[in-house]
């Protein structure tokens, strides 16, 4: 059996979407596909942890990762760049609550635009 991830067949509403996500889909030619994994978008403040309830349903961990960036670029443009800011970090969990990724605010200012996206 082969396994696609969903997400590129178009639906009329959320909800369809959800639940589809939740149980897995069919592609239109029958071929099951797996559910799209849900990233949370957690930022952490010193101690503070503001936790994200809904998160985002995306392809894969550089989504997540581009995601997490993209955040945090426009968080420092609309609040600025100040001390306790630089100093947060997203925290993505997956479903399960599992850390897939950290991404501290003051590495996306040292980020260049058109550069490398990982720099490992």
Not at 48 to 71: F, K, Y
Request: charged share 30%; with cysteine.
């Amino acid at each position: 059996m082969t396994i696609l991830v969903c997400g590129a067949l178009p639906a009329p509403d959320k909800e369809l979407v959800r639940e589809e996500q939740a149980s897995g889909c069919v592609a239109p030619n029958g071929v099951k596909c797996a559910p799209m994994p849900r990233y949370f978008f957690n930022t952490r403040i010193g101690d503070e942890l503001i936790s994200d309830p809904d998160g985002e349903v995306l392809g894969d961990p550089d989504r997540a990762w581009e995601m997490a960036r993209a955040m945090i670029r426009e968080l420092l443009k609309t609040d600025g760049a100040d001390g306790a800011l630089l100093s947060a970090t997203i925290e993505v969990t997956d479903d399960e609550g599992e850390i897939v990724l950290e991404f501290p605010f003051a590495e996306a200012i040292l980020d260049v635009p058109g550069g490398p996206i990982t720099k490992h």
